[in-house]
């Protein structure tokens, strides 16, 4: 009997792990009411929209847009609000259940269940592919290095990739493992990179949240406390690849 491959494996992986947390984590934790949540949801749609202006991208009016790894939807849903056509809005994800509540919550955008390791999409196809916490639930590196080609295969050349992550391990989840700049380089080595660090730490900002909306945003203002990357990441296709940071 031939082998799993190594994205088959992983992908497996995946599904048991969330499955997993679906039933041990309190919901409550990422909940919307959630002061935390609440004020680092605000900080990265400040910073997004921010980093949008810098792009020259006022509106994004007839981009055709695709979400890997897109989970219930709420990244596609917020950038209706930005001008996006939910026509060419699409997700994809590999838990079917995220891939349910996607499409309950806005039965207008297309969500589909399926593996970022073989986008069922043409190549060059989209503008702006969307990356929020996917890469670092993927533990295989070369698995990380099938889904970085997948997500170049299907952008046009020009378009860019707008992406969120964190940087560092967390010693109590080995589920997960933080994706460094230098990292993100090697998987897009040719793709020009604007990246700003965002959020503040998520033990000082649980601590903080509920005392002081005020004090949450000076701290993540430091850089030094914040923990995750908001990039993009521009295909060839004009300009050279240097990184570029960005300010406040």
């Given at each position: ?46 910073a ?15 981009l ?7 989970g ?7 950038l209706l ?5 939910p ?18 919550l ?6 589909i269940c399926?593996s ?6 043409p ?14 639930s ?9 889904i ?25 989840n080995p589920?997960?493992?933080g ?6 380089k090697?998987?897009?080595?040719e793709?020009?990179?604007r ?19 005020a ?14 990357l ?12 240097g ?6």
């Amino acid at each position: 009997m031939p082998t799993k491959s190594a994205a088959d494996v992983e992908d497996a992986r995946i599904r048991t792990v969330y499955s997993d947390r679906r039933k041990n984590i309190p919901g409550t934790l990422y909940a919307r009411t959630n002061p935390f949540s609440q004020c680092s949801s605000h900080e990265r749609e400040e910073a997004m929209a921010a980093l949008f202006r810098q792009e020259g991208l006022l509106s994004l009016a007839g981009l055709r847009i695709l979400d890997v790894g897109c989970g219930r939807g709420e990244t596609m849903r917020q950038l209706l609000e930005y001008g996006a056509n939910p026509k060419l809005v699409s997700g994809i994800d590999l838990l079917e259940e995220n891939i349910n509540d996607a499409r309950r919550l806005a039965p207008h955008i297309h969500a589909i269940c399926g593996s970022a390791c073989k986008l069922p999409f043409p190549d060059e196809c989209f503008n702006l592919v969307i990356q929020f916490m996917l890469f670092t639930s993927v533990l295989d590196d070369g698995v990380k290095s099938l889904i970085a080609a997948e997500l170049n295969r299907v952008l046009i050349p020009g378009g860019r990739i707008l992406w969120y992550d964190f940087t560092f391990d967390n010693p109590k989840n080995p589920n997960v493992h933080g994706i460094t700049k230098s990292e993100i380089k090697e998987l897009f080595p040719e793709f020009e990179m604007r990246a700003k660090r965002i959020t503040l730490a998520p033990p000082v900002g649980r601590i903080v949240a509920p005392i002081s909306s005020a004090l949450y945003y000076c701290l993540s203002r430091l850089p030094p406390l914040c923990t995750h990357l908001l990039c993009f990441l521009k295909k060839p296709g004009g300009t050279s690849g240097g990184v570029e940071e960005l300010t406040s």
